[in-house]
């Protein structure tokens, strides 16, 4: 339990110092006129408070990735509240923080474009078809994790088919309208309910002095996986995750003033990862251990550890008021995954998103595909998520540190943990069964040569960059 509390605080206090830091780095412009006053269109870009972009930014970025991932990691032991504590101070929070002021810099645009212009045009095309694979499997994840959830809560009442069919028309609808008509007026009441049921199991785990264990490296993993890489993309969201890139730039087209960032964007992921920790430690303490754990895991998956534990700790009502809690979160973040896709493909063919029907023909093909996938084993759509999700996180770590490395700025707060996991993903593709399936033995000594020669390259095209004199930001016209 200590380990548990002493976590907790280190991610509060990691937003107070860390991330004051991170953005004293950044050096915000409070003067500087935001994407939502300069490009205001009535649909994806206009103002609004600082609170209610928290709380959407919050649920946008949460999904089931802070609450499924956790509880796949606790497998591992208490290991995993040191990748949730250290990666989110010192990775997620920078990750998000990067991206959605770089973003707000730059007329609101997503990671595809700001890889071609400060990584080269050729990743600008790479980047896109890695963000909407991303985003497409994110909404086809998040669709089914909730409707499996909803069709256990109603014992099978409630056809699966049936609640597949009614997330997919409400993901249309919150993908194509302006973004205050549904998402910024009932996502500040979903953000409500997501913290009070998180907030609710992490004070039962006090209260009822549950046997939360003590830090330990020790591998729990109950089929001995390997901890290193193999952690670090279990547990994605809840410490860092690329989605989050595809999904502050929404946000960023809404902020008012840049002095709002820290909180919105860097502070949004330390809540996050301190949801990471509530769940793990839920995980870990109920079920006798990861032996234990992998069983319940074995029937129903992480679903129905989330309904053990809400139930366990919360009752009846209160249990299934969070599991309640547990179905919207990924809804929240499914449907402006699609939105986010959506913007990013316009932005890519440069098509005006102010007329309906261009978001329809958008969208329609991505739902298409998405429901084909719904077909496919969700641990097999959880394993391509992962690397997928690390993958782009990596890329948009490399632009953060680009853009301090121009600005004559410290840049090691984002290339060090881009380095970091560079080699993890390398690590995990080589090896997966889903990548190359080579030995370990064959896995590390060829990626730590991938990672060495991807930094090298960095640093030359960074030195080139500052030859090139190559943009930093979008001028904005003044806020009338």
Same mark, same amino acid.
């Given at each position: 339990?200590?380990?548990?509390?002493?976590?907790?605080?280190?991610?509060?206090?990691?937003?107070?110092?860390?991330?004051?830091?991170?953005?004293?780095?950044?050096?915000?412009?409070?003067?500087?006129?935001?994407?939502?006053?300069?490009?205001?269109?009535?649909?994806?870009?206009?103002?609004?408070?600082?609170?209610?972009?928290?709380?959407?930014?919050?649920?946008?970025?949460?999904?089931?990735?802070?609450?499924?991932?956790?509880?796949?990691?606790?497998?591992?032991?208490?290991?995993?509240?040191?990748?949730?504590?250290?990666?989110?101070?010192?990775?997620?929070?920078?990750?998000?923080?990067?991206?959605?002021?770089?973003?707000?810099?730059?007329?609101?645009?997503?990671?595809?474009?700001?890889?071609?212009?400060?990584?080269?045009?050729?990743?600008?095309?790479?980047?896109?078809?890695?963000?909407?694979?991303?985003?497409?499997?994110?909404?086809?994840?998040?669709?089914?994790?909730?409707?499996?959830?909803?069709?256990?809560?109603?014992?099978?009442?409630?056809?699966?088919?049936?609640?597949?069919?009614?997330?997919?028309?409400?993901?249309?609808?919150?993908?194509?309208?302006?973004?205050?008509?549904?998402?910024?007026?009932?996502?500040?009441?979903?953000?409500?309910?997501?913290?009070?049921?998180?907030?609710?199991?992490?004070?039962?785990?006090?209260?009822?002095?549950?046997?939360?264990?003590?830090?330990?490296?020790?591998?729990?993993?109950?089929?001995?996986?390997?901890?290193?890489?193999?952690?670090?993309?279990?547990?994605?969201?809840?410490?860092?995750?690329?989605?989050?890139?595809?999904?502050?730039?929404?946000?960023?087209?809404?902020?008012?003033?840049?002095?709002?960032?820290?909180?919105?964007?860097?502070?949004?992921?330390?809540?996050?990862?301190?949801?990471?920790?509530?769940?793990?430690?839920? $995980?870990?303490?109920? %079920? @006798?251990?990861?032996? !234990?754990?992998?069983?319940? /895991? *074995?029937?129903?998956?992480?679903?129905?550890? =989330?309904?053990?534990?809400?139930?366990?700790?919360?009752?009846?009502?209160?249990?299934?008021?969070?599991?309640?809690?547990?179905?919207?979160?990924?809804?929240?973040?499914?449907?402006?995954?699609?939105?986010?896709?959506?913007?990013?493909?316009?932005?890519?063919?440069?098509?005006?998103?102010?007329?309906?029907?261009?978001?329809?023909?958008?969208?329609?093909?991505?739902?298409?595909?998405?429901?084909?996938?719904?077909?496919?084993?969700?641990?097999?759509?959880?394993?391509?998520?992962?690397?997928?999700?690390?993958?782009?996180?990596?890329?948009?770590?490399?632009?953060?540190?680009?853009?301090?490395?121009?600005?004559?700025?410290?840049?090691?707060?984002?290339?060090?943990?881009?380095?970091?996991?560079?080699?993890?993903?390398?690590?995990?593709?080589?090896? $997966?069964?889903?990548? %190359? @399936?080579?030995?370990? !033995?064959?896995?590390?000594? /060829? *990626?730590?040569?991938?990672?060495?020669?991807? =930094?090298?390259?960095?640093?030359?095209?960074?030195?080139?960059?500052?030859?090139?004199?190559?943009?930093?930001?979008?001028?904005?016209?003044?806020?009338?």
């Amino acid at each position: 339990m200590i380990t548990f509390l002493v976590s907790i605080a280190l991610l509060i206090v990691g937003y107070f110092t860390y991330g004051k830091y991170v953005e004293k780095v950044f050096g915000v412009n409070e003067k500087r006129p935001t994407p939502a006053y300069s490009h205001n269109d009535g649909v994806d870009y206009l103002p609004m408070g600082q609170k209610r972009n928290s709380l959407i930014q919050l649920l946008n970025i949460a999904g089931v990735g802070p609450i499924f991932g956790p509880i796949l990691g606790a497998l591992y032991g208490p290991v995993a509240f040191l990748w949730i504590v250290l990666g989110s101070i010192f990775a997620g929070a920078v990750h998000d923080y990067l991206t959605g002021m770089i973003s707000i810099r730059n007329r609101g645009a997503h990671l595809p474009e700001l890889a071609g212009r400060f990584l080269g045009k050729v990743m600008k095309h790479v980047v896109n078809g890695f963000a909407i694979l991303l985003l497409v499997l994110v909404g086809t994840v998040f669709v089914t994790a909730p409707a499996d959830l909803l069709h256990n809560l109603t014992s099978g009442w409630l056809a699966l088919p049936l609640i597949l069919g009614v997330i997919f028309v409400y993901y249309l609808l919150a993908t194509m309208l302006p973004i205050d008509k549904i998402i910024g007026r009932f996502y500040p009441i979903f953000g409500a309910l997501l913290l009070i049921s998180a907030l609710g199991v992490g004070v039962s785990l006090v209260v009822t002095g549950a046997p939360v264990p003590e830090l330990t490296f020790e591998n729990m993993h109950p089929g001995g996986a390997a901890i290193f890489p193999l952690l670090f993309l279990t547990i994605s969201c809840g410490a860092l995750s690329g989605f989050h890139a595809t999904q502050s730039p929404i946000i960023s087209r809404t902020t008012q003033q840049e002095k709002q960032g820290r909180r919105i964007f860097y502070g949004m992921m330390i809540a996050e990862g301190i949801i990471a920790m509530i769940w793990a430690a839920a $995980a870990m303490s109920l %079920f @006798n251990g990861s032996v !234990g754990l992998n069983e319940v /895991l *074995a029937n129903g998956g992480p679903a129905n550890v =989330v309904s053990e534990v809400s139930i366990t700790m919360l009752g009846a009502v209160g249990g299934t008021l969070a599991v309640i809690g547990v179905i919207i979160l990924p809804i929240t973040s499914g449907d402006t995954a699609f939105r986010s896709a959506r913007m990013i493909i316009a932005d890519y063919l440069n098509i005006s998103q102010r007329k309906v029907a261009n978001r329809i023909w958008i969208a329609l093909p991505m739902f298409v595909i998405s429901f084909a996938l719904t077909r496919i084993d969700f641990t097999i759509l959880w394993r391509y998520f992962s690397w997928a999700n690390q993958s782009t996180a990596v890329i948009a770590l490399w632009v953060g540190a680009m853009y301090l490395f121009l600005s004559k700025k410290n840049y090691w707060i984002a290339a060090v943990p881009a380095t970091f996991m560079t080699m993890a993903t390398f690590s995990y593709i080589l090896n $997966a069964p889903i990548g %190359f @399936n080579l030995p370990w !033995g064959v896995t590390y000594p /060829l *990626a730590a040569v991938i990672t060495v020669a991807i =930094v090298t390259v960095f640093f030359i095209a960074a030195r080139r960059g500052l030859n090139k004199d190559i943009p930093l930001e979008e001028e904005l016209k003044p806020t009338a």
